[in-house]
């Protein structure tokens, strides 16, 4: 039997394998050197933020069109999953942020919540007959700085619980200490709130200004009842 045939369908099946071999060997890809470039440039601007840029899409988009039979086919392939895979993080931990600030802003039903309703303006005052410029003014007043509460006035002020005032919104509050030194030393501060604005005491308010209301199920609130007199 003569392999003269077979030989010349073997070489047939080369010339037709051959434009083949070369179309795999094909060049850098100009799309790929682009999209690279641009990616480059964002991250260094943005960081991990960059991955939600609108541009990040047009990257993907370059990146997409690079030749299959590329040298930089791998290369587009890499960049590719760590944009799509930096997306699905930042987008993660978008959400987790989002959630994060909702549940802060949330009162839960039956919590109880001090407000202030504001005073009625006070009507024209008398001048005292007697007594010193200065009496009753020991202590912080109006315009003191809230960081002097902190470790001044012989640490006779501490922390009370946030109020929700009027038209003015959550406000830090300080108090008396219930000690009986401070009582002496401040007499004038025991049925008072500190009210903190800016940094700073805005007024002095009668603890009686004060009413805690209860939140119901429904979103709606209701005043909780005035506890017993105790006395002092």
């Known amino acids: ?3 003269r045939p077979l030989a010349g369908i073997a070489f047939a099946l080369l010339l037709a394998l051959a434009p083949t071999a070369c179309r795999r060997q094909s060049g ?8 690279a470039r641009r990616f480059r440039e964002l991250y260094a601007k943005q960081l991990d933020a960059a991955y939600l840029d609108p541009q990040m899409g047009e990257i993907e988009a370059q990146l997409q069109r690079v030749p299959a039979d590329s040298l930089d086919a791998e290369g587009a392939r890499d960049l590719l999953q760590r944009i799509q895979q ?3 993080r930042m987008q993660a931990d978008l959400k987790a942020r989002q959630d994060a600030v909702a549940t802060a802003r949330e009162v839960p039903a039956g919590t109880s919540m001090p407000t202030l309703t504001p005073p009625a303006p006070p009507g024209p005052r008398e001048v005292p007959d007697a007594g010193p410029p ?9 315009g003191t700085l809230a960081s002097e509460l902190v470790a001044g006035f012989r640490g006779c ?13 959550m406000r ?15 007499p004038g501060h025991g049925d008072v709130i500190l009210l903190i604005e800016e940094g700073r005491v805005l007024t002095l308010l ?5 009413r805690t209301v209860q939140v119901t ?6 005043p909780r009842p005035a506890p017993a007199d105790a006395g002092r």
């Open 1 to 3: 039997m003569s392999l």
């Open 134 to 142: 200065d009496a009753g003014l020991t202590g912080p007043q109006a």
């Open 217 to 222: 199920a429904d979103g709606g609130t209701a």
């Open 28 to 35: 850098p890809s100009a799309e790929y050197e682009e999209a």
């Open 157 to 169: 002020f501490r922390r009370g619980p946030p109020i929700d005032v009027e038209g003015r919104g």
């Open 206 to 210: 009668p603890k009686s200004a004060v």
């Open 172 to 186: 830090e509050t300080w108090e008396l200490a219930d000690r009986t030194a401070c009582r002496l030393e401040y």
């Open 86 to 88: 930096g997306r699905s």
